[in-house]
């Protein structure tokens, strides 16, 4: 889980360190997205608390798998089962996209700042 965790945000931040040196809104926009992201993720309240018809929110985040995960693991003691190596195969692409992204810009870095 912390490896999912782990390759989850060194893509995004590979990803968003890399536009944010072209584009300098990113930052603010970014700020603006961090607390919705928060809310979407279901830390301080269980999954079971939205609606069914909102549950695609959920599942579109992969952060909200990490949690629900955890969550098993340390509350109620499940062993984490296959789904986990879905899991961990989404967040190493999440990680290889933002890698990519950061090397076929980083040679303009220079330039953009």
């Known amino acids: 889980l912390l490896a999912d965790l782990l390759?989850?945000?060194?893509?995004?931040?590979?990803?968003?360190s890399s536009l944010n040196t072209k584009f300098k809104d990113i930052s603010h926009l970014w700020?603006?997205?961090?607390?919705?992201?928060?809310?979407?993720?279901?830390?301080?309240?269980?999954?079971?608390?939205?609606?069914?018809?909102?549950?695609?929110?959920?599942?579109?985040?992969?952060l909200y798998q990490i949690i629900e995960h955890a969550r098993?693991?340390?509350?109620?003691?499940?062993?984490?089962?296959p789904?986990?190596?879905k899991l961990l195969i989404f967040s190493s692409v999440i990680f290889g996209l933002g890698w990519f992204v950061f090397q076929k810009r980083q040679d303009r870095f220079i330039e953009d700042l």
Not at 7 to 16: D, E, K
Not at 35 to 62: K, Q
Request: aromatic share 14%.
């Open 31 to 62: 700020e603006l997205l961090l607390p919705v992201g928060f809310w979407l993720t279901p830390i301080i309240y269980s999954a079971d608390m939205v609606p069914p018809h909102y549950n695609w929110l959920l599942v579109g985040n992969p």
């Open 7 to 16: 390759l989850v945000s060194l893509g995004v931040g590979f990803f968003l």
């Open 72 to 81: 098993g693991a340390v509350l109620y003691g499940q062993i984490l089962d």
């Open 83 to 85: 789904v986990s190596l």
